[in-house]
């Protein structure tokens, strides 16, 4: 089991906006970071330390935290996005780090 | 751009020891900057974090599977290992080698990644 959560499943109509939670104790003390991935491909990086964005992401994926839960939101959402999404940290030790179980996003 | 190619046998015996090499092109895996990291992924599943490596060799394991793994760095062939012991069917996933950044709160963020290596462990 991870000691990050995830909902498993969330949709989103085309160009509306979609947030995707991550819950764990560690994400009180240590920011979440954010990747998408597509079938059969590497996963990649969308949103770093919180909200932090690496070269050539698009400025509609942000993030946040509060508490014990991260967030991930895509604003404008686009059919290009339709992936499953991972949120990563550190637990609250501080001792491991750990992928949340993963997010399927589906673009109505 | 920084490349990371796994490589290594797709199919391992069960009780068997699996063993992939990470070749990292156009940068150097000496840089103080990054660690070096082995990620797997079981077929339909999600990502699970296995361990660490600096260039110094220095290293850190996912404690779930810490007394089967082993990841060691050749500085001068640009390439890091993995290692894992007495495989079993669980131990089926996509492997991927990645690059982790140092200077993040997390202090090892996966950045750059290959594009991973299937190992099935099947008799």
């Known amino acids: 089991s991870s000691e990050l959560t995830q909902d498993p499943a969330v949709s989103v109509a085309l160009g509306q906006t979609v947030r995707i939670t991550c819950q764990g104790d560690?994400?009180?003390?240590?920011?979440a970071s954010w990747y998408q991935q597509k079938p059969g491909q590497a996963p990649v990086l969308v949103i770093y330390?919180?909200?932090n964005r690496p070269s050539g992401i698009p400025d509609r994926f942000s993030g946040s935290n509060s508490g014990n839960t991260a967030s991930l939101t895509i604003t404008g959402t686009q059919a290009e996005d339709e992936a499953d999404y991972y949120c990563y940290s550190r637990d609250s030790s501080g001792n491991r780090w750990v992928f949340g179980g993963g997010t399927k996003l589906t673009v109505l | 751009q920084l490349q990371l190619q796994e490589s290594g046998p797709g199919l391992v015996k069960p009780s068997e020891t699996l063993s992939l090499t990470c070749t990292v092109s156009d940068g150097s895996i000496s840089s103080s900057s990054y660690f070096w990291g082995w990620i797997r992924q079981p077929p339909g599943k999600g990502l699970e974090w296995v361990g660490s490596?600096?260039?110094?060799?220095?290293?850190y394991y996912n404690p779930s599977l810490k007394s089967r793994v082993t990841i060691s760095v050749d500085t001068s062939k640009n390439q890091f290992s993995l290692k894992l012991s007495s495989v079993t069917a669980a131990d089926t996933a996509v492997y991927y080698c990645?690059?982790?950044?140092?200077?993040?709160?997390?202090?090892?963020?996966?950045?750059?990644w290959g594009q991973g290596t299937l190992v099935t462990v099947s008799s």
């Open positions: 990645a690059r982790l950044v140092r200077d993040t709160v997390t202090t090892r963020l996966p950045d750059y």
């Open positions: 330390d919180r909200n």
């Open positions: 560690g994400l009180r003390i240590y920011y």
């Open positions: 490596i600096y260039y110094s060799g220095s290293t």
